[in-house]
């Protein structure tokens, strides 16, 4: 029979201190050339190893290889300017400075297909890949070029379902889009961020994914919640374009945050990952909070459909506070486990 709940985090885990300084989004390489390519390496062993200790069941590479989870990709497209780079509000909520789009945009090359191969050689569980979404991407440049968000997202949406056939047949199971903007322009979701989203996974046979959240536990967006009220209902704006795709399963943010669970029930057909542990926080949860986390869902999707997770990204913790998050996820989910056994 299969396992019920199967556990996995969301992307990120922190790097190693010999890699990248930690604690911060962009950190830098402290590495170059093939020392590089193999301190990277080494620590995707390294995440990999740690979510197998910890028991979780579907496996990622902790993005290890990656700078930033847009812009890494985006550094491998023809037409994107990485010199002269332009300070943008991204999310509508903070200032990054970012790449500049100067002509068309199009995928010369594979990104992570070695990456992802590389994963799949060390592990015979499931693993999932995470890709930006386009309209993240869009919302993370300054475009130049095409002067339409829309028209620069088709174009991103064509290069992500590239890479995402070339992932798949790598042997990757579940590819994973992040759509952080999907909680902040429900206009453009329901105009074109979702047909953007359906193109990039044309003619995919794995499984997909769509995670969207409320941001990474840094300043602007522990603000950002602050503004948004007893009550989180952005997700209220996007589900009912997503439960009409053909998204199979949908990541979301849940522990800690004001999203009233019942919203759940309007992705009734999808498979949940519920976001049970908190990665704006150092507090380690407790298995029991995890366990009542994943309860309060269950009233909302069946038992085979949820897949506990985390919130979002861990990267900007400290390594020991993901280990004990990774834990915590795993002691927690068996904890429901056990419950619905007979
Ligand atoms: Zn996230």
């Given at each position: 029979?299969?396992?019920?709940l199967?556990?996995s985090?969301?992307?990120?885990?922190?790097?190693?201190?010999?890699?990248?300084?930690?604690?911060?989004?962009?950190?830098?390489?402290?590495?170059?050339?093939?020392?590089?390519?193999?301190?990277?390496?080494?620590?995707?062993?390294?995440?990999?190893?740690?979510?197998?200790l910890?028991?979780?069941?579907?496996?990622?590479?902790?993005?290890?290889?990656?700078?930033?989870?847009?812009?890494?990709?985006?550094e491998?497209?023809s037409?994107?300017?990485?010199?002269?780079?332009?300070?943008?509000?991204?999310?509508?909520?903070?200032?990054?400075?970012?790449?500049?789009?100067?002509?068309?945009?199009?995928?010369?090359?594979?990104?992570?297909?070695?990456?992802?191969?590389?994963?799949?050689?060390?592990?015979?569980?499931?693993?999932?890949?995470?890709?930006?979404?386009?309209?993240?991407?869009?919302?993370?440049?300054?475009?130049?070029?095409y002067?339409?968000?829309?028209?620069?997202?088709?174009?991103?949406?064509?290069?992500?379902?590239?890479?995402?056939?070339?992932?798949?047949?790598?042997g990757?199971?579940?590819?994973?889009?992040?759509?952080?903007?999907?909680?902040?322009?429900?206009?453009?979701?329901?105009?074109?961020?979702?047909?953007?989203?359906?193109r990039?996974?044309?003619?995919?046979?794995?499984?997909?994914?769509?995670?969207?959240?409320?941001?990474?536990?840094?300043?602007?967006?522990?603000?950002?919640?602050?503004?948004?009220?007893?009550?989180?209902?952005?997700?209220?704006?996007?589900?009912?374009?997503?439960?009409?795709?053909?998204?199979?399963?949908?990541?979301?943010?849940?522990?800690?945050?004001?999203?009233?669970?019942?919203?759940?029930?309007?992705?009734?057909?999808?498979?949940?990952m519920?976001?049970?542990?908190?990665?704006?926080?150092?507090t380690?949860?407790?298995?029991?909070?995890?366990?009542?986390?994943?309860?309060?869902?269950?009233?909302?999707?069946?038992?085979?459909?949820?897949?506990?997770?985390?919130?979002?990204?861990?990267?900007?913790?400290?390594?020991?506070?993901?280990?004990?998050?990774?834990?915590?996820?795993?002691?927690g989910?068996?904890?429901?486990?056990?419950?619905?056994?007979?």
């Amino acid at each position: 029979m299969k396992k019920l709940l199967p556990t996995s985090i969301v992307g990120s885990l922190p790097k190693p201190v010999w890699l990248a300084p930690p604690e911060k989004l962009w950190s830098p390489w402290k590495l170059d050339g093939d020392q590089l390519l193999e301190g990277k390496q080494d620590a995707l062993r390294i995440a990999l190893h740690e979510q197998q200790l910890a028991g979780l069941d579907i496996i990622c590479d902790g993005e290890q290889t990656r700078q930033h989870f847009v812009t890494t990709f985006v550094e491998h497209l023809s037409g994107v300017d990485f010199e002269n780079r332009k300070t943008v509000k991204i999310r509508d909520r903070y200032d990054a400075s970012v790449p500049m789009v100067i002509g068309e945009v199009a995928r010369q090359k594979a990104v992570f297909v070695e990456d992802a191969k590389f994963l799949r050689k060390q592990t015979d569980k499931t693993i999932k890949w995470a890709l930006p979404g386009p309209m993240t991407m869009v919302d993370t440049l300054y475009d130049a070029h095409y002067k339409s968000r829309e028209k620069l997202a088709w174009e991103f949406a064509k290069a992500l379902n590239e890479e995402a056939r070339e992932l798949q047949d790598a042997g990757v199971d579940i590819i994973q889009f992040d759509e952080p903007a999907f909680n902040v322009f429900f206009e453009e979701v329901n105009d074109w961020g979702m047909a953007a989203l359906e193109r990039a996974i044309e003619g995919l046979h794995c499984a997909t994914a769509v995670h969207i959240c409320y941001g990474y536990g840094i300043q602007a967006n522990t603000d950002w919640k602050k503004t948004l009220g007893s009550e989180w209902r952005q997700y209220e704006e996007v589900f009912p374009q997503i439960q009409k795709s053909s998204i199979d399963i949908v990541s979301l943010e849940c522990h800690n945050s004001n999203v009233p669970f019942d919203l759940i029930e309007l992705i009734r057909c999808k498979k949940v990952m519920v976001g049970a542990i908190d990665v704006a926080t150092n507090t380690i949860e407790t298995p029991e909070e995890v366990a009542d986390t994943l309860r309060k869902a269950l009233k909302f999707v069946d038992i085979e459909n949820l897949y506990p997770c985390t919130n979002c990204g861990m990267a900007p913790l400290s390594r020991n506070v993901a280990r004990g998050k990774l834990s915590a996820l795993s002691v927690g989910a068996e904890i429901i486990r056990k419950e619905f056994a007979v």
